[in-house]
């Protein structure tokens, strides 16, 4: 925790002289999120999300607000942003990923590995999509 608590610190100077920049949000959000406070980590992510213009910085934004969203059970929320990933990348695998925590977590082990392995047709090497696929 200290490292992020530092680097908290730093990321937060530089954002007094430079508020717009989305990947620097970006980062403090993960700080906050690796520093287990979700709430804050989606305030910077949701202002990170209108700045960026990066179709990578939009999607790791997106991506990590996934994750809160599924961790606090705000499955509307979670899907209207899974949407947004796959509207602007039809074949992100961390979308499909993701969507397949959220239906094992629902205990629909059936949709859950359709989008596991949809995430495999678009990486064949992801890990955590294998993992999960040898794991049931």
Request: aromatic share 12%; net charge neutral; with cysteine.
């Amino acid at each position: 925790y200290k490292k992020y608590s530092e680097s908290l610190s730093d990321y937060l100077v530089v954002l007094e002289k430079k508020s717009d920049i989305p990947e620097l949000l970006y980062a403090i959000a993960q700080c906050y999120y690796n520093l287990e406070n979700a709430d804050t980590a989606e305030e910077y992510l949701l202002k990170a999300e209108t700045l960026a213009n990066d179709i990578f910085i939009q999607e790791q934004i997106r991506l990590l607000l996934a994750d809160i969203y599924l961790q606090k059970g705000k499955s509307e929320k979670f899907f209207n942003i899974i949407d947004k990933i796959k509207t602007s990348n039809p074949e992100s695998a961390e979308a499909y990923y993701r969507e397949g925590l959220y239906y094992s977590m629902q205990g629909d082990i059936i949709r859950a590995r359709a989008a596991w392995r949809k995430a495999l047709n678009f990486d064949p090497m992801h890990k955590e999509a294998r993992q999960k696929l040898a794991n049931r």
